[in-house]
């Protein structure tokens, strides 16, 4: 057993809950970019594309964001996770707009 203490479990559960977001994300902007090609939309497909390699940017973010929560909580110091929230809510963004956009489009 190490002398070095886990700090516990939600460090394990913070980093599930963003390969979640992040799978969500890109599995949603790629089918989202596929729907919009197919009904002879390529303009849609760009912002959903942009959300797809976002979640695609965080999954592959997510074990260096943990294992610097682990170092963090271990050792007491700060941490920063603006830089993923930004992500994140860009490509939520890019999705909200782009299927308000499409829908608006199919319903016409």
């Known amino acids: ?11 394990e559960r913070t980093r599930l809950a963003w390969v979640r977001t992040a799978v969500t994300m890109a ?3 790629m089918v989202m ?13 760009a ?8 979640g ?3 999954l592959l973010r997510t074990g260096i964001r943990h294992r610097r ?3 963090a909580l271990r050792y007491g ?12 809510w860009a490509g939520v963004l890019a999705v909200a707009a782009a299927a308000l956009v ?4 199919l319903a016409v």
């Open 1 to 11: 057993m190490s002398d070095v203490p886990r700090p516990g479990l939600h460090s």
């Open 47 to 54: 912002p959903f594309a942009a959300a797809a390699l976002a």
């Open 33 to 45: 970019a596929g729907l919009a090609v197919r009904h002879d939309l390529p303009g849609l497909a």
């Open 102 to 105: 499409l829908v608006l489009m």
């Open 56 to 58: 695609a940017v965080l």
């Open 77 to 88: 110091h700060p941490l920063d996770h603006r830089l993923d929230g930004r992500i994140v």
């Open 69 to 71: 929560l682990e170092r």
């Open 27 to 29: 599995g949603s902007g």
